[in-house]
């Protein structure tokens, strides 16, 4: 089936070849990338999830609030090309898979309220530990990639620590601000950070090129 299609057709359970009837779904294609087919499912689907690891009600999103989240999508899918020609040489991240679990669960007031939004998304944990470990890979990566060239030398820091750190202090009124030697470290990674998030839309861009990359309205 090509991928200029609007519409994906999903083969229930009964298996692969089997002629569709109109009780089936149709789901329409968002997105693709190469012969990865992105569908508003999935788009809804992670736009849900995103909710739920946020803390956040699970709501209905907006047309643009969707948008956004395919365009997420279609970067990981960008992304997950370039981890399979590295396979064999990335870590594992089940544990630090299970660490963002647990760092999900502090964000609800209660275990109750937890559960009560887990059942609400209608994931299992398995299955959001598996896209944590898909999130945790893309980081890795990105960071991999980027820090090289997000380097920051010592003039930076000592800008933000005066013009942003020293005044965010005051701003709060806190006690005087501890000196620079004991945050530099600290404000190092803060403007790395900062510069491989400014970097990143252009090595998205840089991934595109030879892609078969389209994208369709919802």
């Known amino acids: ?73 279609i970067n990981q899918a960008l992304m997950e090309q370039e981890v399979e020609a590295e396979a064999g040489n990335l870590p594992d991240f089940s544990a630090q898979a299970e660490k963002a679990w647990e760092e999900v669960r502090g964000k609800y007031a209660s275990e109750e309220a937890f559960q009560a939004a887990l059942e609400k998304l209608g994931m299992s944990r398995q299955e959001i530990l598996a896209r944590l470990q898909v999130q945790e890979r893309m980081l890795y990566l990105i960071d991999e990639r980027l820090r090289p060239a997000a380097w920051v030398d010592l003039s930076e820091i000592e800008s933000y620590y005066r013009e942003t750190f020293v005044s ?49 309205s919802f």
């Open 168 to 216: 965010e202090y005051k701003r709060r009124g806190d006690s005087k601000p501890p000196p620079l030697e004991e945050v530099e470290s600290q404000i190092r990674e803060i403007l790395i950070q900062k510069k491989i998030n400014e970097l990143l839309p252009d090595w998205m861009d840089e991934l595109r090129t030879g892609r078969r990359v389209k994208v369709y």
């Open 1 to 73: 089936m090509t991928l200029s299609i609007l519409t994906l057709i999903l083969v229930m359970a009964r298996g692969l070849g089997t002629p569709a009837t109109a009780a089936e779904v149709v789901d329409r294609v968002v997105a693709s990338v190469d012969n990865t087919a992105i569908t508003q499912t999935d788009v809804e689907e992670q736009y849900r999830l995103e909710q739920f690891l946020n803390g956040q009600p699970l709501e209905t999103a907006s047309e643009s609030a969707l948008e956004r989240v395919r365009d997420r999508l």
